[in-house]
């Protein structure tokens, strides 16, 4: 069974800094991919990035990044230039062979001002 | 907006009683996805259809039901409601029933009492 497991409830961050959220994983597929997902206060899901696992160069989006470390079974998510919008839950989640999405417990992200 | 509807937002309801949760997913999608999200257990996959097939089944109680339709809109059913199935219900949708961008409608609370 594949599992994702979140070791940092909750993570803060000064306005405008860097912040990375850890995320580890374990999936015995070899074709799987990677998710990070944000959850703000008002409750919705939204795909922040995906890595595939094939892929060795680290996915980007704008001020989001991911540090995908196959070997290791980690999949950071870099926050950079932080803002007070990025306030959330952030899941991490896996997709690997037939097994549906697989969540993290989430890591709660406060933005100070 | 991922595009993805749900309805209600809100639901109360008493135990004992049934419920319907309703999801459109985005234009052109086929596959859609139920996930459960309580305080204890997380977010949980419940089950997915593709094109009015059922595709795979999680952690769904027996209680609990679904269809596609062959518009595509899904329906959650959930039944002989207990205080434990208090919870945010998310509905996603993919492309296909491989396609590794799953995009969340904004969900319907319930609450049983």
């Not at chain 1, 001020?63 to 196959?70: G, I, P, T, W």
């Not at chain 2, 993805?4 to 985005?26: D, E, N, Y």
């Not at chain 2, 089944?57 to 329906?75: C, M, T, V, W, Y």
Request: net charge negative.
């Amino acid at each position: 069974a594949q599992t994702v497991t979140q070791s940092q409830p909750e993570m803060s961050v000064q306005e405008a800094e860097t912040v990375t959220l850890s995320c580890t994983y374990d999936t015995s597929e070899s074709d799987y991919y990677l998710f990070w997902y944000k959850q703000p206060p008002s409750r919705q899901m939204i795909l922040v990035i995906r890595q595939e696992a094939y892929k060795q160069q680290n996915a980007t989006e704008n001020r989001f990044s991911v540090n995908f470390q196959k070997a290791a079974k980690s999949f950071s998510l870099k926050i950079s230039d932080s803002q007070l919008g990025d306030a959330a839950m952030y899941f991490c989640a896996c997709l690997s062979g037939n097994t549906p999405l697989v969540f993290g417990k989430g890591t709660r992200l406060s933005v100070i001002a | 907006d991922s595009g993805v509807t749900q309805t209600p937002k809100h639901l109360i309801t008493a135990t004992g009683q049934r419920v319907t949760l309703r999801c459109s997913p985005r234009s052109g999608d086929l596959s859609v996805y139920w996930y459960q999200q309580s305080l204890d257990q997380g977010l949980q996959f419940l089950i997915q259809y593709y094109n009015g097939e059922e595709r795979a089944k999680g952690n769904i109680l027996e209680r609990f039901s679904a269809q596609q339709f062959p518009d595509l809109h899904s329906e959650l059913n959930l039944s002989s409601l207990e205080l434990g199935d208090s919870a945010l219900y998310f509905c996603a949708s993919s492309v296909d029933d491989r396609t590794h961008e799953q995009y969340f409608g904004p969900g319907t609370r319930l609450t049983v009492t």
